[in-house]
Every structure is written in C-alpha cells, then in structure tokens.
C-alpha cells in the first residue's frame, strides 16, 4: 500500500536516517534534482548506507536515479541496487524505449550481484508531453514497470504553460496517466503539491487525486504526509458501508435473488468491486473485521 510517497534529498543526511519516522508509506532517495553534479557521488554513497544501515519498518524504499540521458543513471544503479530498494524512479520517461533501456541494465545488474530477475521494480515518472501521450507503451513496457508518476513541474514547463495551485493545466495528463496505468494494470501517482504552507491546498488536491483514481500521492514535505494518508485512506463510513454491501450479497445469494439493493440503490458489479477494493485496503491497515 502506497498512499504517500515522500521525497527526500539524497544529500541530507538529518532527513535521511529520519525517513522512516516522518509517516509516509514509502520514501523516495533524489539522487536527481535535489543532487548537484557536484554532489552527485557523495548522495550516491549516502543514499547507499542509509539503505544498508537504517531499518525502514515496513516503509518502501525508492531511489529517484538521474535520467538515462545523462552519465550518472548507471553509476546511480551500481551504486544502489546491492541494497535492494524496492523500486527504482525512472525520471523523464518519454518512451517504452526508455523503460527497456533502463530495464536491460537493471536486469544485468541483478544477475551480476546474484539476485532474483525482476527483485526491482520501476516506475516511470513522467514528466514531458511525450511521456503522457505515450503513457500506455510506457506502463506495459515491461513486467518490471509497478507504476506511472505524474511530474506536473518539469511537464508544464515542457507544455509551456504555468504552474498553478488549481491544476487546470495538467487536467489531461491526470486523467490520461490514470487511464493508462489502469488499463496496463499497474498503480499510479499523482505529482507533489509543491506549497508546504497551503493546509487547505493539499486537502483539496489529494481529494481530487483520489477522485480521479490515482493510487496515492507523493509529497517533497513532511507535512503533508498525514494529510495524504488520510484522504487516500477508506474512512469508517466507507468500510462499514463495504461490508453492508458485501453481507447484502451474501443473503441474496442464499435466497437465491437475482437483483438486490441497498439504501435505495441496486447493487451490480462495480459497487461490488469497489467494496472489494475498500475491505481489502481496510485489512492491510488493520481496520478490517475479524469475522470477514
């Protein structure tokens, strides 16, 4: 389960042996932006023994490595990969081509540290027109692919519009990034709410995220865990009504009912797998109940 994806730069130390401990269900190690050239080697060492010293208790592990277009990607994974993170963080995917690229160095480099093919997985962070209008090719690239990620900064600027609060101008890349990870059957991310101070903001954002069908939702500060946390999580109301619904199919398959209802409502297939969905989250929270 990854609600919340938290962003943490390679070269801070403080907040690296603290990530486990900031809420967030998985942490994602910048080895790209946030990492000068300079600084490049040093983030990669650091960025190596925080994942071979510190105990992440249950909190993915994901390292942001710098784009297959520059000369570091390959040292980034050499570097990172005996670790075994948990997924790695494809920046600028534009094509199925990137995947595979980076997807043939990844399993060479599994088999030369005798690790299991496909131990690793990908996510293809997207962040160009390009990547978006190929976001399909992109998601089924490769068994490896776990994800899309939407980059909304770098996007914009590619698409030559402005950034803003409200998110008219990434509309379509949302709901395209949303449709093709569903339709390759693999999870999807919406982009970090970049005004650490704006509280209503990221409510705002994160329920618009979660109604558009994104997975969850990643963040560059700490702050705004708790508050993606909780609108991607099922509330009580949603649970309990999960159950109603599965218990009201239950008897009428007993009673041997062809149509049922529920609170003035049919209950046909969708609303069936939507209850599934919420149970099956509320048990990995440990919400569910005992007796289902």
């Not at 998985?26 to 600084?39: G, K, M, N």
């Not at 040093?42 to 010293?53: E, K, P, S």
């Amino acid at each position: 389960m990854r609600r919340s994806l938290l962003f943490l730069p390679g070269n801070t130390p403080n907040m690296l042996i603290n990530g486990s401990c900031l809420g967030a269900d998985a942490v994602i190690f910048d080895l790209e932006d946030a990492v000068s050239p300079a600084e490049k080697d040093a983030a990669r060492i650091l960025v190596r023994n925080t994942m071979t010293y510190m105990d992440f208790r249950g909190c993915e592990r994901v390292v942001r490595i710098n784009g297959i277009d520059t000369p570091y990607w390959k040292e980034d994974l050499d570097e990172v990969l005996p670790c075994r993170p948990d997924l790695i963080l494809l920046p600028k995917t534009s094509s199925a081509a990137d995947i595979q690229e980076a997807d043939t160095y990844i399993t060479e480099t599994e088999k030369r540290l005798g690790l299991a093919a496909g131990a690793v997985g990908l996510v293809a962070l997207i962040e160009t027109a390009l990547g978006v209008e190929n976001a399909f090719a992109i998601a089924s690239a490769s068994p490896r692919v776990a994800a899309l990620f939407l980059g909304a900064e770098d996007l914009t600027a590619d698409l030559r519009c402005k950034r803003t609060k409200e998110g008219r101008e990434i509309e379509y890349a949302r709901t395209r990034l949303v449709t093709a990870a569903r339709a390759a059957g693999v999870d999807v991310y919406d982009t970090p709410f970049t005004d650490v101070n704006d509280d209503e903001g990221i409510e705002t954002d994160a329920a618009l995220a979660k109604a558009l069908g994104f997975t969850g939702k990643a963040s560059i500060s700490p702050r705004h865990v708790e508050t993606i946390n909780r609108v991607f999580s099922p509330s009580q109301a949603e649970i309990d009504y999960a159950y109603e619904v599965m218990e009201t199919i239950r008897l009428a398959k007993e009673q041997g009912k062809g149509a049922v209802a529920l609170r003035g409502k049919m209950i046909d297939a969708p609303i069936v797998e939507r209850a599934r969905q919420t149970i099956a989250m509320a048990q990995e929270m440990g919400l569910g109940r005992e007796d289902a």
